[in-house]
């Protein structure tokens, strides 16, 4: 059992994740970077990827092994994170499905998708300054992207971790739901997605996380481009009948 | 509604001017006539000194602004054409410049471009029958009024990306807790509840209310260092001048 299984259904992919008792190295994020080069480069559309774990936890931290590579020289290896880059990186949107403790590491992928959905037992934190550590997975980047400055530093300088019902408030999940429903929740948002024009959902993604690393003026010009780009897709004017003459649209993708 | 009846409603009670979005037929979506008077109202706000705060309202019951209308789509010559049009007249952009402190009146449907205009302002005061969305990706395009970038400019990345990529609306609730809107009240309210903020602003020396929102606005756009110094300039601009 690899620790990033890959399944599809229609347009919909299941990224799911085991992580080992052990905690996270370097084969499993080696297994989540070829998952992430396969919906890359699948041959068929795929519209939306939902994330989850074969249990509650994601993960909860790294292993023994993958903590011991920090003393290495620097410049020997990849850098062990690159796979939470990548996940971030794939043009679809992305739903993580987060049952219960997403700690370290665990965070970090989930902090690596674009949407998440919690189950009211979730848990969530980055404890890696308790254990003298520093995250490396992105969290000090994207935590503080997440829910902002003041609850990123909370949660990266205290290493303490926090319950759902915390995390909606502060914006880290924008859902919650009962136990056990968090998988069904994600795949309904992925259907969802998967229902809209995948050319404009891409770019709605691209715009927003392309945005949010620009001044405002340069963001909106990039909207603006992306924007005359779909004026040109068959799709948009398939949209635009189809909402005219009140029915269903059938999106190409082209 | 008679068809002479202007798109924008302007109405001017003392140094407040109320704008009105007044298709309500239509759900008071953005058509070319639409934009048109917003622009000579928006450029009126730009260059009368006297007006101090404006408010953004739509006409009728059920909505401020179902967003673009769809029937406008497509009526630019070509795709060039049409980018260069937006550049050249870039009326959300002109929206975000302004120097007075604009506040949205938001009731029922606040969609699209509704929305998109409501993000452009510094206060959303909403009804509670709102329902707030970005629905472009249902019909195959993006938020194209500023959008994409103001969303995330507003609530959690989770949130901003759910809004975009699914375009299903969210209530007043969600958005009170999200920080899209400030304050939420009874529909029957709405408009009282706005005269006081509008009143409360416009009571402060114009001066300094115009350098802090652009203090607070441009700074977010700025590294803290360099932000720290448009404050430092701006309020000894305003002390200088009291």
Known sequence: ?254 | MSPDEPPVLAERDGDIVWLTLNRPERLNAINLAMRDALWAQLCMLRDDPTVRVAVLQGAGPRAFSAGADITDFGTAPSYLAARESRRERDLWGLMLSLEIPLIAALHGFAYGAGLEMSMCCDLRIAADDVSLGLPEVKLGYIPSAGGTQLISRHVPLSLALRMVTTGDPIGADEALAAGLVQRVVRPEALTATVQQYAASLARHEPASLRATKRAAVQGLELPLAEGLALERRLSASVAGAA
């Open chain 1, 1 to 254: 059992m690899s620790f990033a299984t890959l399944s599809l259904g229609g347009s919909i992919a299941t990224l799911t994740l085991d992580a080992p008792a052990g905690g996270v190295g370097r084969a499993e994020m080696d297994s989540l970077l070829q998952a992430c080069a396969r919906i890359e480069g699948a041959p068929e559309r795929i519209d939306a990827v939902v994330v989850t774990s074969t249990r509650d936890d994601w993960a909860t931290g790294w292993s023994v092994e993958a903590l011991a590579e920090r003393s290495e020289p620097s410049g020997m290896l990849a850098p062990i994170g690159a796979a939470c880059d990548a996940l971030a990186a794939l043009p679809q949107p992305t739903v993580a499905a987060i049952g219960g403790s997403a700690l370290s590491i665990g965070l970090e992928l989930a902090l690596a998708c674009d949407i998440r959905v919690g189950s009211t037992a979730a848990r969530f934190g980055m404890p890696e300054t308790a254990r003298g550590l520093v995250p490396m997975g992105g969290g000090t980047q994207r935590l503080p992207r997440a829910v902002g400055r003041a609850h990123g530093l909370l949660l990266l300088l205290t290493g303490e971790d926090i319950d759902a019902a915390e995390a909606l408030r502060i914006g880290l999940v924008s859902q919650l739901v009962a136990p056990g429903a968090e998988r069904d929740a994600a795949a309904s948002i992925a259907r969802t997605i998967g229902a809209r024009g995948p050319v404009a959902t891409r770019f709605a993604k691209e715009a927003v996380r392309r945005g949010v690393e620009l001044t405002l003026q340069e963001g909106l010009r990039a909207e603006l481009d992306m924007t005359v780009i779909l004026q040109t897709t068959a799709d948009r004017a398939e949209g635009v009948r189809a909402f005219i003459e009140r029915r269903e649209p059938r999106f190409t993708g082209q």
